[in-house]
């Protein structure tokens, strides 16, 4: 049986979600792309989820960016834009 012992709070967790950019930013190869597309798709998921869908298609769109310069295939990149028209 599950029981809630604490509220979600999506702010907390996308100020912690931040410390993992940081570092990706500081060192690119990081994170390997599979991992750095959920990192990406899941603060993009907590701005949404904070009603600040402008700031998760950006967060969408530079993940689109940064993929296709690591040379992710097309239909990958196209699934990524398709979720951010969604939003």
Do not use: W
Request: aromatic letters at 4%; glycine letters at 4%; charged letters at 35%.
């Amino acid at each position: 049986k599950l029981r809630e012992t604490r509220a979600a709070n999506p702010a907390e967790a996308l100020t912690l979600s931040a410390q993992a950019m940081e570092q990706q930013e500081r060192d690119g190869s990081t994170f390997p792309n599979i991992t750095y597309h959920h990192l990406r798709r899941t603060r993009a998921d907590l701005m949404a989820g904070m009603r600040e869908e402008d700031k998760a298609k950006k967060e969408l769109s530079t993940l689109v960016k940064d993929l296709k310069k690591r040379g992710v295939n097309q239909p990958i990149l196209d699934e990524i834009e398709a979720y951010a028209k969604s939003l």
